[in-house]
């Protein structure tokens, strides 16, 4: 993969980018709607490159000055009280926002990624401080928004302000959330085809573009379930000396 040239705003510095080449059709696809629509849906399996070509294309918008700003949020769904966790907020939700900042890097490395979040060129942040907040010229990226309850889907899809994008990601198969129907789920459904401006580009587990295993894994783990489960229910027991 090459690198892609811009120039700095003070015409003297250049910075060089991750040339983003789809690696299948269905990638072609919805690079090209993210391109086109003001709102598009990524639904699918992890590993199809939803969220990678995402803020891939975030930051072509943002260095071509389409966008002034982008922002990157997920939800947090915390398997303990992020209360009893060390460090400030700051530190306390790092860890669940660190694959936002891990693409950013790898598209225009830690320097310039470091500086793009200290200029407010990029922000980094949980859902839940989308609150309150209009933003014009941005580009948003919801992260696995299977993970949003339809309260909060809606709360982020009217942040929308004018001439701002929007892309939304996740697999609606793996919610934590302990609801009937989830976020993604509920907002895809009811806007999909409603409009030109909002499109709905979903993956399968052979758009996989990483190590082909987790492929062949998917197909075992999401199938129906093994004949064994289906007369016990459990996997037998080692027999104890």
């Not at 040339?19 to 990638?27: D, V, W």
């Not at 907040?133 to 004018?162: C, H, I, V, W």
């Not at 701002?164 to 198969?173: F, L, N, Q």
């Amino acid at each position: 993969m090459g690198r892609k040239r811009y120039t700095g705003a003070d015409k003297a510095e250049s910075i060089y980018v991750k040339e983003l080449k789809p690696k299948n059709s269905a990638q072609e696809y919805y690079m090209s709607m993210i391109r086109e629509s003001t709102i598009t849906f990524g639904l699918g399996p992890a590993g199809t490159g939803k969220t990678y070509v995402a803020v891939a294309l975030a930051l072509e918008a943002l260095l071509d000055k389409t966008v002034d700003k982008v922002i990157l949020t997920r939800p947090i769904i915390a398997t303990e009280d992020i209360g009893y966790l060390p460090g400030d907020m700051n530190e306390k939700i790092h860890p669940y926002i660190m694959p936002l900042f891990d693409a950013i890097e790898d598209h225009v490395g830690p320097t310039k990624a470091r500086e793009l979040l200290a200029y407010g060129r990029i922000e980094v942040l949980p859902l839940a401080f989308m609150r309150g907040r209009s933003l014009n010229k941005s580009f948003l990226l919801l992260d696995e928004a299977q993970n949003t309850t339809p309260e909060q889907m809606k709360m982020f899809l009217t942040r929308l302000g004018y001439d701002s994008k929007m892309v939304i990601t996740g697999d609606e198969r793996q919610s934590d959330l302990k609801i009937p129907m989830n976020g993604l789920v509920w907002a895809s459904d009811r806007l999909g085809g409603t409009t030109p401006e909002i499109s709905v580009c979903t993956f399968a587990s052979k758009n996989i573009v990483r190590n082909p295993l987790i492929e062949k894994m998917l197909q075992h783990l999401e199938g129906p379930e093994p004949r064994f489960f289906e007369t016990v229910g459990r996997l037998p027991q080692p027999k104890l000396a």
